[in-house]
């Protein structure tokens, strides 16, 4: 599982880091260093004490010993500061190259000069050379030699005693003694020079390679974190071996580990008989195969939302679908406004990778659509109400001409009784008023919905919005709090904004709040600015069982006894005819916040 967050600032530039092999490679080649200075040095005492004819005179002895003590010395002391020197590391290698060819000089000249056995510590440091410095090293060991030899053979020279029988043969002899050895360190330098610059041209190669695949490492991360889609691989066994961010948040998820877990740990509504979960029998016989190769499906998860989803736990699998959707696991229903729910769109794909054909596992996509269901049920809603409301509306108009017969005509014959002084029984008298008031209840219910079906064309103009709301607290001075500021002018239609204020204040009032605060704010969207007038009331609020209030918008609907249902849904037509919107939301601690949205005034 990827970790969930990622430096604001992330480098998908890595580069080899060379410091780091260098000082690897440095380190190694100083143990190298101690261990043969130490076995050199004990193999030569050994050596020494038990042959029965000493190698060397023993007052040369201790002087050995001692050159192999500090060559060991400066090894460790090497050891030590190599980890401060880290901006120095050629400096470093080349004074250790210069130490060791000194000391290793000085063994040769105690030991016999250039006949000494220990001549081969100079292929041994030119060796070292290519591995710390590559040719540079290689050759400057070399170049150390040439002056080490001459000196030796300068010296071996020198003790010749001509006068006394030694011959040109002997000075020949150490010349091209000298010479010799001179040219096989120069063709060893050659050979471990070529080497060592092969070697470094394959480990930048690798070390780049290495630096590529951090770089297409991180960038993948970064995409896995950065797609809103949930993704999970799964391996021929149905085991989880990856899941992203978004499809631990989608699944609830988040700061659970299921890596190495069966898929029925992410989805534990899935069927029984899948348990051991054979994956293409599931496939087959649950999900739908595309044309193109993938099983598709949609679902929806109630989950918990954030502050309750430690203690909750559970991904509840709802079927309450619209057709041709599908839902896996048991029906059950959540408390009303403790879970959110979230529509999935689903598709799995198998993965079986062209280098390593029986690595196969399947690939899932997790995509959240609930925007996009509710604006598709919206729409289809809104699109059946349209059609029923030109339907409506004419029905009402023919409606509301008999109608208007039948109230003059009850009208008229209360008149023509009154005339002619005829005295009606007590149920003739009721039954003519309940006649009369249910007829004018007719009237007004047509009234009002001719009213939302087609709405006035709204007159425009700028106005306070303070100033308007003070007007209608004259009525209800006492339970009306106006937090309006003298800068809240808005470009709307005067009348029909006091109609919608009104009807909130009103429908505030018949649900028990004592009080009704309204008050706004400016916002900034798109290039437009709006107030947003909320009025907020303590009254009894919604019910729990409205999941979506914005049901409350609907024609019809009511929680009164008396309500028509087209109060709220005529404030919301006037809203939107002034280039508004009207919405409501729960008020913490109980009652009811509706936000106006309108237009603001530039005239101000």
Known sequence: MYES????????????????????????????????????GFSFVFLQATRLRPLYPEESLPT??????????????????????????????????????????ALMFLTGGMESPLIFLFAIHVLMGAVSLYRQGAWFVVILAMGIFALLCAHEISSLDFQRGASLRSLRYILTNGLYQLGLLSFIAVLTAYLSEQTRVAQLRLSFANSDMKTLKLLNKHLLLSVHNGIIYLNSKGLILMINQAAEEFLGLTGQGVIKEQIQTVFPHLPTKLSHLNLQAMVDEHFILTDTGVYSWEY?????????????????????????????????????????????????????????????????ILQDVSIKRR??????????????????????????????????????????????EEALDPLESRLLKIIGREA????????????????PKPHLTNFSLKLLVHELSLIQSNRLVNLLDDQVWVFA??????????????????????????SAYLIEAQLKRFWKIQVADQG????????????????????????TGLGLSLCRALAVQQGGHLEVARRQGGGAVFTLELPISYEV
């Not at 500090?70 to 250790?96: D, M, W």
């Not at 004018?440 to 709405?455: A, D, G, K, M």
């Not at 904004?497 to 009704?516: K, M």
């Open 493 to 518: 239609d005067s009348d029909q904004v006091r109609q919608i204020l009104w009807n909130l204040f009103n429908n505030a009032w018949e649900a028990g709040s004592e009080q009704v605060e309204i």
């Open 540 to 563: 009894a609020g919604f019910p729990n069982t409205l999941e979506d209030l914005d049901l409350i918008f609907q024609p019809f609907y009511s929680n009164k006894e008396q309500g």
């Open 375 to 420: 604006l598709e049920l919206k729409v289809a809603h809104r699109e059946r109400l349209a059609s029923l409301g030109e339907m409506a509306a004419q029905i009402a108009h023919e409606v509301r001409n008999p109608l208007a017969g039948m109230v003059s005509s009850i009208e008229l014959l209360n008149q023509r009784r009154a005339q002619n």
């Open 440 to 455: 004018q209840r007719i009237n007004q219910l047509t009234e009002s919905f001719l009213r939302f079906s087609r709405p």
């Open 5 to 40: 967050t990622l430096p604001q600032q992330t480098q998908f530039t890595h580069q080899p880091d060379i410091l780091s092999l260098t000082k690897q490679r440095l380190t190694w080649l100083l143990l190298v260093r101690v261990i043969l200075s130490v076995g050199i």
């Open 300 to 364: 929806s998860v109630l989950k918990p939302p954030i502050e309750e989803s430690a203690s909750e736990g559970n991904i509840l699998i709802d079927k309450n679908f619209p057709n041709g959707q599908y839902s896996l696991g048991k029906h059950k229903l959540a408390p009303s406004g403790s879970f959110d729910r979230i529509v999935l769109d689903c598709s799995l794909s198998e993965v079986s990778p062209s280098y390593e054909p029986s690595q196969r596992g399947w690939l899932m």
């Open 64 to 105: 050995i010993i001692s050159v192999f003590v500090a060559i060991y010395i400066f090894n460790l002391i090497f050891i030590f500061a190599l980890g401060r020197l880290e901006k120095h590391h050629e400096f470093f290698s080349y004074f250790q190259l210069l130490i060791d060819c000194l000391g290793s000089g």
